[in-house]
């Protein structure tokens, strides 16, 4: 799958992460393709650089500490403007950050829900992390999917399919909170379970014990996904674990577990401290 950018840039999509209903797919530029070089911030502004595309701002935002962002060019536009069968006006938003200290690399932040609102394109890395993508060199793009937030009929759909993704040597690794009160554990684990057990080269699955929706409650629920990501997709190790801390409101603050694939669990050695992630290992559950 190949997506075009500003000076004909062209990356292709190699990875995903997703908590339930959070979406960020993490691309990388293909090391033959040109890029944008001098072109300067206020130059995107002018009409027709891309086609089917309008720029409405692009502004050079300075580096701030909280939160955490370096210098960068943010641009916010449309894409395919166009009438809608029911008469009404449609177009694709978007927020672009494209950092002046440009790591090579791409980041797409996906919405929640049923999307509708423009994210702030920061680039999450995974619950409780302090840091983010853009400053760590990724230029981060967000959507509204193409339409605003507003109350219209719920259409369903079917869960999308992994042979197209693992075709494309993607990688996808989706984290679930056990105790997360709006999606069930258990109808995460049914509509995506057979296509997990066909490719676990391309899709896994991490159980969070504990964890609420997305973050929260009392869990290991600190973790960084896109560093595990990353080393999957451009190094070709896939992880057994993902290192996970608990928060400070939990009952036991600073503990440390592996969170493991799906249906690994984590499982004490049975000797040394209970409360340090090195005693535990990844292991099938007891039956």
Known sequence: MTANFTGGSTCRLVGAFVCVAVVAWALRVVPTVTTAQGRSCDELLTPGLVGNLTVTTAQVNAATAVPPVPSHCEVVGRIDERTGEDGKPYAIGFRLRLPTAWNGRFLFQGGGGTDG??????????????????????????TDAGHANERVPFVGGTLFGLERFRRSDGKLIIYHGAADPVFSLNDTIRAYGPALNGAPDTARLFVVPGMNHCAGGPATDQFDVLTPLIRWVEDGVPPDSIPGTANPGSPWPGRTRPLCPYPRVATYIGSGDAEDAANFVCAAPAR
């Open 117 to 142: 609102n423009l994210g702030n394109a920061l680039g999450s890395t995974g619950v409780g992390q302090t840091t983010n993508a853009l400053s760590l060199g990724y230029a981060v793009v967000s």
